[in-house]
């Protein structure tokens, strides 16, 4: 006797094959440089409060100007790797 057919159902993810240990991989170290990202952008607005508002700065200038310059490079980073995920998933 034949098993009856079912469907799956709503929330049902038995059929969805699992991430590679490679996705999986970029996947961590995406979200690894996405809290960096913001831990940045917190940063620098920290210091810009301090130092326009409160007129009480709190890093050196050399200090403000390396944190932007990470910024940059991560920001730089982060675009670069988009455009690489994207171009690989429309193959």
Do not use: F, K
Request: proline share 4%.
């Amino acid at each position: 006797m034949a098993e009856p057919q079912t469907t799956p159902q709503e929330g049902d993810t038995s059929s969805v094959s699992e991430a590679s240990p490679l996705e999986q991989a970029e996947s961590n170290e995406a979200e690894q440089l996405d809290a960096h990202v913001a831990t940045l952008r917190h940063q620098i607005e920290e210091a810009n409060y301090h130092y326009y508002v409160q007129d009480n700065p709190t890093l050196t200038d050399a200090e403000y100007d390396q944190l932007m310059l990470e910024l940059q490079a991560r920001t730089q980073y982060t675009t670069q790797r988009n455009i690489r995920i994207r171009l690989r998933t429309e193959d």
